[in-house]
């Protein structure tokens, strides 16, 4: 897993060239976002570990196996650990795909792995853990959220939008790296949350596949505006 620091908090681990989950440092501790796909414990760990810090809490941005992958073997080895999620990602985790009456669309229920750990937190748009702050940013999944870091605008933005291939809000297909796509549930929806994401001016984009954007609110801008024209 190869591991690269940027800006004051934020370490981006990577496996396979393609799969991030990040490290968040805090004053005592390090929250994680995302968990990578599994068998990825081991090298998170070793990680925190080089860090100097204990992982006290897992934030999830969405349930796909690429996010949630070694959940539960990093619950099982770090039995104190909060888990963090909203309760509807968590119904997912827990394979109940019921949907709200009146959503019409069908759940690729393969997409989402059971999760066997039970999450110790739930949270909801606007609540904050330590200086991150929980922001809905449904689109790629019905029940995905983002992480936003107040002390620097870094936006733990999971799989809402990407940076492979060139920065884009989700659904707006990137040829070099098309994948998430495939697996995304509402472009138009994907497309009003990248709006509201751009209200809070991030600096620093952290997606969950392709590099660390710094500098990054006219880049995702303009991607915005692409990804306006062509989603319909
Ligand atoms: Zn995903």
Sequence with gaps: MKVTKHGAYTYKLTRLGLMNCFLVENDHDLYLVDANLPNSADAI???A??????ITKI?????????????DELVTKLPQVDLVTTQNMAAFMQGNFTLPAGDQGAVKASNFPRVNSIPTQLIKNGDKIGSLMVVDSPG????HISWFDERDQTIYCGD???SAGGVAVMGDIRWLFPLPVYATWS???SLQSAAETLK????RLCCGHGKVIENALPIMQAAYERAKAKIK
Excluded: E, F, Y
């Design 187 to 189: 472009k138009q929806v």
């Design 140 to 143: 790629h999944t019905r029940n």
């Design 45 to 47: 760990l070793k990680a």
């Design 49 to 54: 570990a080089d860090i100097g810090k204990p």
């Design 160 to 162: 809402s939008w990407q």
């Design 59 to 71: 934030l999830l941005t969405h349930a796909h196996a690429d996010h949630v992958g070694s959940v």
């Design 200 to 203: 809070l001016s991030p600096n």
